[in-house]
């Protein structure tokens, strides 16, 4: 079911300190794209639904973006995340 609680957790892998949750319920894993970049980590998610209705069809988008600005002393490099 897709309405289990997805989380992306971003860690810095140096001293495995936690740098953000963020919640990501109802989209796909595959749905959701991070990337690292002038220090900041952003995290974006974009779901597409298409229906077939009597008046044709109808289309459900939604999308969410998050940045972390990483703190002093992380580099970008060492950064990883999961779900």
Do not use: Q
Request: hydrophobic letters at 35%; a negative charge; glycine letters at 4%.
């Amino acid at each position: 079911s897709m309405e289990r609680r997805h989380n992306w957790i971003l860690n810095s892998c140096h001293d495995h300190r936690l740098l953000a949750l963020v919640d990501v319920k109802g989209f796909d894993p595959k749905e959701v794209t991070v990337t690292v970049k002038d220090r900041k980590v952003k995290v974006l998610a974009e779901h597409e639904e298409e229906h077939a209705t009597a008046r044709g069809k109808e289309y459900n988008y939604r999308n969410m973006t998050k940045e972390i600005i990483l703190p002093p002393g992380v580099s970008e490099d060492e950064v990883t995340y999961s779900l």
